[in-house]
């Protein structure tokens, strides 16, 4: 009888601090608003939870961004990714060094160059901050 209740410990204790990790990951804090330089950000979207947040937010920032790699059935949103964002005059005015899955900033509005790098591959699209809507750049 000692030998079997010893058998089921482990498993109970297993369970019991796995359910502590899950409810320590449930109540994270959802990502904060940042500065740099001048430039407010929000950076973020691990989880269903953070992407509404985001999604919620993105209308008091004048640009939004998303970064995804190609997948089937559909793409998948990946982070580690390096942005930089030049003004028209080529001046950097934001870099972060591993942003996403989104990235949201605060901006005047105008026309900007934004370069994203994911796993060693850049692509540079021009985009206007104004009012935020979202431009997704994905990698195939």
Do not use: H
């Not at 950097?92 to 370069?115: C, D, I, N, Q, R």
Request: glycine share 10%; hydrophobic share 45%; net charge positive.
């Amino acid at each position: 009888m000692e030998k079997n209740i010893r058998g089921f410990v482990a498993p109970i204790a297993l369970v019991a601090s796995l359910a502590a990790a899950v409810g320590a990951f449930a109540q994270a804090p959802m990502p904060q608003a940042q500065t740099q330089g001048s430039v407010a950000y929000l950076n973020g979207g691990a989880g269903d939870e953070e992407v509404q947040y985001i999604k919620q937010a993105m209308k008091d920032y004048s640009m939004a961004l998303a970064f995804a790699r190609a997948a089937s059935p559909r793409a998948q949103y990946v982070a580690n990714v390096a942005v930089t964002v030049k003004d028209g005059k080529g001046n950097t005015v934001f870099e972060v060094p591993a942003g996403g899955p989104y990235l949201l900033l605060k901006l005047p509005a105008g026309s900007y160059v934004v370069t994203a790098a994911y796993e060693g591959r850049a692509q540079t699209r021009t985009v206007s901050a104004g009012k935020a809507s979202l431009v997704t750049f994905e990698w195939k």
